[in-house]
């Protein structure tokens, strides 16, 4: 087993590398190395972003939204959570994978103290509550093995970031499954910073402490195609939110001039379908503003962009654009 030394806590490189080193032809068959990002909420191949994140406030916390090109649920980085990364031959199935792969985790977890374990179909738990969720994606004949250590995570922004807004949505994606969070630290026999955390359990998966002998340095063609692979994918609006499956949802909020409904149909990132109701008032058939906001992306400068192109207090009595994006996005969050 060999490992990588990385200190970059850019989300976009980190989800790019990992790709690009599972995806090697010249990168050690078994590879597993430590990792951290910036604040961030990383999504699920499968989800569908505008569901999972609370759009509101992750803009204003300034927090990345990067999708990943593993299955499974969204999940919160910051410095105080620490990530691991197995890559190796795709050798067995289901259940047995994950727990390949958790089990020298759990072990690890296990010498300093934390009473960890492996339950469900990818978390570990400690005390009935989440430390880690772990996710796993394959190409040809190998795979990685990803997972989340919450050592000493803000658990309020987890719970912030996470929390759908309370509107009717159907999905065609794949909705997170909300668990209680704890930290590892609290578990800890003795208390340590991060960076010893980090050294201990990577001296234990690495079943030695002579780190520098196992050391990976990653090509010139690797570092180029991690790079490329994170500015041509991973930071684009397509991939993080374009890909996000087909979603019908119904966002309601009653303001001086009335009650206003949207039901949207969203698709690739888009609004697909509009219709508009309530018990507002117009001097304008509402079909207008409706056909208006067919085909915008479904974020809040683009919807802005729509309304600030149309004659809206036409349309909507006394009802202004920023009630509309409140409504909309949460933006009163």
């Not at 961030?40 to 989800?47: K, M, S």
């Not at 040809?140 to 309370?166: C, E, Q, Y």
């Not at 159907?170 to 997170?176: A, E, L, M």
């Not at 067919?294 to 802005?304: C, H, K, R, S």
Request: aromatic share 10%; glycine share 8%.
């Amino acid at each position: 087993m060999r490992t990588i030394i990385n200190n970059e806590n850019d989300p976009y490189y980190n989800l790019a590398l990992e790709e690009t080193l599972l995806k090697s032809e010249t990168a050690p068959d078994m590879l597993v190395w430590l990792w951290q990002n910036r604040p961030a909420v990383i999504i699920g191949r499968h989800q569908n972003a505008l569901e999972e994140v609370n759009i509101a406030a992750i803009r204003k916390r300034g927090i990345d939204v990067v999708r990943r090109i593993s299955g499974g649920g969204a999940v919160y980085h910051d410095s105080g959570n620490v990530n691991f990364t197995f890559i190796a031959p795709a050798r067995g199935k289901g259940e047995e994978l994950f727990r390949r792969f958790t089990e020298p985790v759990i072990d690890a977890l296990r010498s300093l103290g934390v009473p960890a374990e492996f339950t469900g179909r990818n978390d570990i738990v400690a005390g009935g509550k989440k430390i880690s969720g772990n996710a796993q994606a394959y190409y040809r004949d190998r795979m990685f093995h990803h997972g989340t250590l919450l050592f000493d995570s803000d658990l309020a922004t987890v719970g912030a970031v996470l929390n759908a807004a309370p509107d009717k949505i159907k999905s065609k994606g794949v909705k997170s499954v909300r668990s209680r969070v704890a930290n590892i630290r609290t578990y800890l026999k003795e208390d340590i910073t991060i960076e010893e955390f980090k050294s201990r359990l990577l001296s234990r998966l690495l079943a030695t402490d002579d780190i520098q002998s196992r050391e990976y340095r990653l090509s010139p063609a690797e570092e180029e195609t991690a790079r490329r692979l994170a500015a041509d994918k991973y930071r684009t609006w397509e991939w993080n939110y374009g890909r996000s499956p087909a979603f019908e949802t119904v966002k309601s909020g009653r303001f001086a001039g009335g009650k206003i409904t949207f039901h949207l149909d969203i698709k690739a990132g888009k609004i697909a379908a509009c219709h508009i109701g309530g018990d507002f008032f117009g001097k304008l058939e509402i079909a207008g503003l409706e056909m208006a906001l067919v085909g915008a992306l479904f974020t809040p400068a683009a919807v802005a962009a729509v309304l600030d192109s149309v004659p809206l207090g036409d349309y909507l009595f006394n009802i202004a654009k920023e009630d509309i994006l409140a409504c909309l996005f949460n933006q009163t969050v």
